[in-house]
């Protein structure tokens, strides 16, 4: 299986103070591979380098065969990597309706194309909700629009920053259920997690990554 996203030796630093050291890992077409650790292991910093949000740099950083180590956030998202920060950064003076709107790209044939049909499919409650402003919705109806407003760009990878975080069980279990749905609609997912039971049965891989260091993968299988 060809690897869509590849990083070797990949380090980062938040101005002198070093967070990442030589991360290694990959992410394959048509995968949703997990990389879990307690608050503070570098999850969150993995997701940021690959976007160029923080300093970094790699032996290796290849998003479908490209060097991506050298571009700014903008241009990685144009290249197909969608980011879902773990803060719900929706536009809060803006209406479900809007936020999908602006952000909103053609397709480019390389992957599916998401409209407000698909969106309300994979999220049913977003449409009851399509002209509420986002600064009235609650913690979970926010993580639904911050993950549908990725969607519209259209991505063919999705990096998922701790998707469960503070929602409550029965918003954690659509969490599940939505990365599965994208999966099978040919989206890759590379998710960060605190939690190893919410990744369990959903992933095809596994790394865990402590104090900025990952291990080798697990099968999905086997991630306790």
């Not at 194309?113 to 109806?141: C, D, H, K, N, Q």
């Not at 990725?150 to 990096?159: E, K």
Request: negative net charge; proline residues 4%.
């Amino acid at each position: 299986m060809t690897a869509l996203l590849e990083m070797k030796r990949l380090s980062a630093w938040y101005g002198r103070a070093q967070v990442l050291f030589d991360v290694a890992l990959e992410v394959r077409e048509g995968e949703v591979v997990a990389l879990v650790g307690r608050n503070g292991s570098g999850k969150s910093t993995t997701l940021k380098a690959v976007m160029g949000l923080v300093d970094r740099h790699a032996d290796r950083l290849q998003f479908e065969g490209q060097d991506i180590s050298g571009l700014a956030p903008h241009e990685v998202a144009r290249c197909g990597i969608g980011y879902v920060p773990e803060e719900r950064r929706v536009f809060q003076g803006l209406t479900v309706r809007e936020n999908l709107a602006v952000a909103q790209r053609e397709g480019d044939g390389n992957g599916p194309v998401w409209t407000s049909a698909g969106i309300f499919a994979l999220f049913p409650r977003l449409e009851a909700l399509y002209e509420r402003s986002a600064g009235a919705m609650s913690g979970g109806e926010q993580q639904m629009l911050t993950i549908a407003r990725t969607l519209m760009g259209n991505p063919r990878l999705l990096l998922l920053d701790e998707p469960s975080e503070g929602l409550a069980p029965v918003v954690v279990q659509q969490m599940r259920q939505a990365v599965s749905t994208l999966k099978g609609e040919g989206v890759s997912v590379l998710l960060s997690e605190q939690n190893p039971a919410f990744a369990k049965g959903l992933i095809d891989r596994g790394y865990y990554i402590d104090r900025g260091i990952v291990s080798p993968q697990e099968e999905g299988s086997a991630l306790a």
